[in-house]
């Protein structure tokens, strides 16, 4: 088994910062990609940022546009951890963080997509 497990989130003043962690374990052969998606009350589920692993675009980030400068998304390989550092944090900010991650599991031979189980942001104006 394959799982994602989020921490970090919670409840932040306007112009703050907080930080995400997402670690993937278990029967993991390669990571593709790690990244963090966001869901907003009533809102469809965005992309916030990806670091991607593997493959041709290896060291790739990508960023939606309402956070880049703001936000920076880093990966510890050794630990299959990939972090979220936000700043300059406001209320549209306020969302569940959901990580996300492409694995291929050991003794598989393609890759899937994987999720955590969502941690709450909360940005107080």
């Known amino acids: 088994q394959v799982q994602l497990v989020e921490s970090g989130g919670g409840l932040v003043q306007a112009g703050g910062s907080l930080t995400l962690s997402c670690a993937a374990s278990g029967s993991i052969s390669s990571i593709n990609y790690m990244g963090w998606y966001r869901q907003a009350p009533g809102k469809q589920r965005e992309l916030v940022a990806r670091?991607?692993?593997?493959?041709?675009?290896?060291?790739?980030?990508n960023y939606a546009g309402s956070v880049k400068g703001r936000f920076t998304i880093s990966r510890d390989n050794a630990k299959n951890t990939v972090y979220l550092q936000m700043n300059s944090l406001n209320a549209e900010d306020t969302a569940v963080y959901y990580c996300?991650?492409?694995?291929?599991?050991?003794?598989?031979?393609?890759?899937?997509?994987?999720w955590g189980q969502g941690t709450q942001v909360t940005v107080s104006s």
């Open positions: 670091y991607t692993s593997g493959g041709i675009t290896r060291g790739e980030t």
């Open positions: 996300n991650a492409r694995i291929m599991k050991r003794g598989e031979t393609f890759f899937r997509d994987y």
